[in-house]
């Protein structure tokens, strides 16, 4: 566990878990490239995010907001970079070779809202004070993490077709995820900068949203009843993390805030079990 959250594997491990679930939950069925292409970059782009955070403090000198993860990738920066070139020249060979135009279109939208993330967040000048406050940093990370594993199935979604859940209920539960992705870097901020914390009150009210969805969509919607049901389970379980924060250590809370996230694991292994 210690080691897949200092090499950045937590993050491609969830957005490809998140990626499936939202497919199972639409009835869409995803080429194996697809979660390929997911993790690859996903991991490539965490790389990058914690080295250039590692670069920006010790220029600055200020290693206030360094972590291990930082630290760790600082130190193995030659090896990393190489992983992390790697992956990005394989995602690139895979949206050039496999994705079809169209969807590259769409997805394009996406590939420049992660750059302008990465030139405000890690460039030297300062954005404005109340641009900052509305787009934090959690709030962008959980708005793009969430929508590079939404994407893909909603650009399947042919008009027309019967899918196993509207577009428009997929949306909603989206966007639930979103604010869980949210909640998980709001609260790791939270406990690694020992400010003052309402993540268990966030937590329990972003599970008593899931369910009250869920149990709305029961008769209607089981599939998409059965993802709210597990990101309302990784609510509570943050919520949790939240009174023990005191009694793991860093390394181990930030991990585990991260495996909490892997409830949707739950309904995949279920599908395979039941085909």
């Known amino acids: 566990l210690r080691l897949w959250h200092l090499t ?4 491609p491990t969830v957005a490809v878990t998140w990626s499936f679930a939202f497919a199972w939950a639409a009835g869409v069925h995803l080429p194996a490239w697809v979660p390929l292409l997911i993790a690859l970059a996903t991991w490539a782009v965490y790389i990058g995010d914690r080295l250039l955070d590692a670069r920006g403090a010790l220029r600055s000198g ?3 907001d360094l972590r291990k993860r930082h630290f760790f990738h600082w130190r193995n920066r030659r090896v990393l970079i190489a ?16 994705m079809p135009v169209t969807m590259r279109e ?11 993330y990465f030139s405000g967040v890690h460039s030297g000048s300062r954005s404005p004070a109340w641009l900052r406050n509305l787009l934090s ?9 969430t929508a590079g594993c939404a994407l893909p199935t909603l650009s399947r979604m042919r008009p027309g077709a019967p899918p196993t859940a509207p577009p428009g209920l997929l949306l909603v539960t989206v966007i639930f995820f979103a604010s869980l992705a949210w909640l998980n870097c709001h609260a790791i901020q939270r406990w690694e900068s020992s ?14 949203v899931g369910i009250l969805l869920a149990s709305v969509l029961a008769l209607v919607q089981p599939h998409l ?10 609510a509570l379980l943050l919520a949790l993390l939240d009174r023990l924060r005191n009694r793991l250590t860093p390394l181990a809370l930030r991990a585990s805030a991260d495996l909490a996230l892997l409830t949707p694991l739950l309904l995949i292994s279920f599908a395979v079990h039941v085909r």
């Open 137 to 145: 940093k959690e709030f962008l990370v959980g708005f793009l993490f």
């Open 225 to 234: 009843t059965a993802m709210l049901v597990a990101g309302a389970a990784s």
């Open 106 to 116: 769409r997805d394009s939208a996406l590939v420049v809202a992660a750059l302008a």
């Open 62 to 64: 200020d290693l206030s």
């Open 83 to 98: 992983f992390a070139a790697t992956a990005a020249s394989v995602a690139a060979a895979l949206i050039v070779q496999r």
């Open 8 to 11: 950045s594997l937590d993050a």
């Open 195 to 208: 400010g003052a914390s309402r993540v268990f009150s966030f937590a329990c009210v972003l599970a008593f």
